[in-house]
């Protein structure tokens, strides 16, 4: 069960443990970041409760779009076929816009497993409406949220353990900066790695090299360099995010939010702060990461930082409101940085 807490839906490895020890129950809703452990949950429902023999019996997958309460409501009401459960799975479906919900949850019956699965739809949870009084009452709400630093990096060593391959801190560290703290991607940059080293030891050479970056992780690159004063490598980074058929929007304001932390941190040297407040002020669960942003931090001036926000809001309105190219608009953002940076 979740920790009843200001988040009480939050929920991580203990609760995917409980999960498979646990006699499965009639109703959960599944959502949030970490959709590796979301998945893992349903393969451990399905695992439980499916025989493979049978599944073409006893486990139905629905897609919310669609859907209506008459076809879900003869899928929950149709009993097990040689097997105690049937289980049945309803992808993006709002559970709390669509009131038909209510009347399925309130009669579920003891055979049934039930789950709304939240993916590419925003689970916005509000505990005013009946239906989320119902799912609390006959079931559960998993919000899973990305693994805590100690935890993920015992997970990515357990990964790289079972290919017998090594990874040293400071190439977690690497990895993570480079592709994010998503556990689907690192799953899959991970089993790259190791089909990559050829000496069961992955080092941050290996990295770079064989792991592909997440649009943040160049963003703070591009920054980085605009830091130590070199805007040819940054126009080059801003090359790789356009060849790489990235968005100009979403570009610019990672970009923007990079200089309003940069910001941020900057009045925090200023006023004695350290690693801990960067990652309290830039919401940060990993102190490597704040350690990067005070380093590029130090080497700016606070009027240089100022004028970087003014000129990445200036860029985002132009770029929303002329026919310009958006990467003509970024190249000339980053030539404007690097003048009111240096």
């Known amino acids: 069960m979740a920790k009843k807490d200001d988040h009480p839906y939050r929920v991580g490895r203990d609760w995917l443990y409980n999960l498979r020890k646990s006699t499965p129950g009639?109703?959960?809703?599944?959502?949030?970041?970490?959709?590796?452990?979301?998945?893992?949950?349903?393969?451990i429902l399905k695992e439980r409760l499916v025989d493979p023999a049978l599944a073409a019996f006893n486990y139905r997958r629905f897609e919310g779009t669609g859907l209506t309460e008459e076809t879900l409501a003869d899928a929950v009401n149709r009993p097990p076929m040689m097997a105690e459960r049937t289980l049945i799975?309803?992808?993006?479906?709002?559970?709390?816009?669509?009131?038909?919900?209510?009347?399925?949850?309130?009669?579920?019956?003891?055979?049934?497993?039930?789950?709304?699965?939240?993916?590419?739809?925003?689970?916005?949870?509000?505990?005013?409406?009946?239906?989320?009084?119902?799912?609390?009452?006959?079931?559960?709400?998993?919000?899973?949220?990305?693994?805590?630093?100690?935890?993920?990096?015992?997970?990515?060593?357990?990964?790289?353990?079972?290919?017998?391959v090594r990874i040293p801190q400071d190439a977690m560290n690497a990895l993570t900066f480079r592709c994010?703290?998503?556990?689907?991607?690192?799953?899959?940059?991970?089993?790259?790695?190791?089909?990559?080293?050829?000496?069961?030891?992955?080092?941050?050479?290996?990295?770079?090299?064989?792991?592909?970056?997440?649009?943040?992780?160049?963003?703070?690159?591009?920054?980085?360099?605009?830091a130590e004063r070199n805007s040819g490598y940054a126009q080059r980074l801003l090359g790789e995010l356009e060849q790489a058929r990235q968005e100009a929007i979403p570009t610019l304001a990672l970009i923007g939010r990079q200089m309003r932390q940069l910001y941020g941190v900057r009045l925090l040297i200023d006023s004695g702060?350290?690693?801990?407040?960067?990652?309290?002020?830039?919401?940060?669960?990993?102190?490597?990461?704040?350690?990067?942003?005070?380093?590029?931090a130090r080497k700016l001036s606070l009027t240089g930082l100022r004028e970087a926000v003014r000129l990445c809001a200036e860029t985002d309105a132009a770029l929303k409101s002329t026919g310009l190219d958006g990467f003509t608009l970024l190249r000339d953002l980053v030539t404007e940085l690097h003048r009111a940076l240096a």
Not at 26 to 43: I, M, N, S
Not at 101 to 117: G, H, M, R, T, W
Not at 130 to 152: C, M, R, S, Y
């Open 26 to 43: 009639r109703l959960y809703v599944l959502f949030g970041q970490e959709d590796f452990r979301r998945k893992a949950a349903l393969d």
């Open 273 to 296: 702060g350290g690693v801990s407040a960067v990652m309290e002020l830039c919401g940060l669960k990993y102190g490597n990461l704040a350690e990067k942003l005070l380093r590029s």
């Open 180 to 226: 994010g703290v998503g556990m689907t991607n690192l799953a899959h940059e991970i089993d790259k790695l190791c089909a990559y080293v050829t000496n069961g030891h992955i080092t941050q050479e290996d990295v770079e090299a064989a792991t592909c970056a997440v649009p943040e992780a160049q963003v703070f690159k591009l920054c980085d360099a605009l």
């Open 89 to 164: 799975v309803v992808r993006d479906l709002d559970v709390y816009k669509n009131k038909w919900v209510e009347n399925i949850v309130d009669a579920l019956p003891e055979y049934v497993c039930l789950v709304f699965e939240y993916d590419l739809l925003e689970c916005k949870t509000d505990g005013r409406l009946k239906i989320h009084k119902l799912l609390t009452k006959n079931g559960e709400l998993a919000d899973f949220v990305q693994a805590p630093p100690g935890e993920l990096t015992a997970w990515m060593k357990s990964r790289c353990a079972e290919r017998k």
